[in-house]
């Protein structure tokens, strides 16, 4: 079974990135982490604008759809929602 790429945009301290990088471990789901402090303004810029101006980290994005931070993604995981959006 394939599963959706899950791309995670963190900053190191964030409680809420540990917790839904602990959520996708805890589903065995791999996901790329990409480090707020990595990225040039110009890539901040075009995630920005993917996200219409989503400021908080984490921004989870499975496959390419934005589907926002750990509070939407466990909201998912609750509903029964998110295995669907991996699969």
Do not use: H
Not at 42 to 47: F, G, T, V
């Amino acid at each position: 079974m394939t599963m959706q790429q899950v791309t995670i945009y963190t900053t190191p301290t964030c409680p809420y990135c540990v917790a839904a990088k602990q959520l996708l471990n805890s589903k065995s789901v791999a996901y790329d982490e990409i480090s707020m402090y990595d990225i040039s303004a110009e890539d901040r810029e075009a995630l920005s604008a993917k996200t219409n101006g989503y400021r908080t980290v984490p921004q989870i994005f499975i496959g390419d759809n934005f589907i926002g931070g750990f509070d939407q993604l466990n909201k998912l995981n609750a509903d029964g929602k998110l295995d669907e959006l991996l699969a």
